[in-house]
């Protein structure tokens, strides 16, 4: 199980109680800078909407991505992962629950473990990669976001 727990700008990932990584994050975009178990990893927003995984930090990392999530609908919270060698779904179960599957076979959850902070984990099979793992753990984390900035920009608008 790995454990992802915000703090203001920034996270730490937790397997075992243990930290194992660190996210550095930003405001302005959907931007995690990631140190996990000595790999460093830029997740961001592409355009489109898609998050990607690059290797390595910077503002312009030279890599192809590594690992793009796409979603199925723009009203729905549904994700594609295509990860190295291997491709996984997202699939909303309850308001605080990602199911995660490979083909039709359902690997693992996401969870939001607090109702009002940003504590989330992911409960995968041990031959799911790590970095695989905090890439779906960001995947729930960016989609909570969005939510929250569309909620806060149709209360600003006054329901016009």
């Known amino acids: 199980m790995l454990i992802w727990q915000r ?9 075992g109680g243990e930290p194992i990584g660190h996210a550095d994050l930003t405001t302005f975009r959907e931007r995690a800078l990631i140190t996990l178990s000595g790999q460093s990893w830029t997740f961001a927003r592409q355009s489109g909407g898609d998050i990607a995984a690059i290797p390595g930090h910077g503002d312009k990392p030279t890599e192809s991505p590594a690992m793009v999530a796409s979603k199925h609908s723009r009203f729905r919270s549904r994700w594609s992962i295509q990860a190295e060698s291997s491709s996984y779904d997202m699939k909303p179960g309850s308001r605080r629950t990602y199911y995660i599957l490979r083909g039709d076979e359902q690997l693992g959850t996401c969870t939001r473990t607090k109702i009002f902070g940003s504590r989330y ?19 729930a984390v960016a989609t909570k976001q969005r939510q929250r900035r569309a909620v806060a920009a149709g209360a600003n608008s006054g329901g016009r």
Do not use: D, G, Y
């Open 121 to 139: 984990q992911i409960e995968l099979p041990e031959s799911v990669p790590l970095h695989h793992q905090a890439f779906l753990l960001w995947i």
């Open 7 to 15: 703090h203001r700008k920034s996270a730490e990932l937790l397997s």
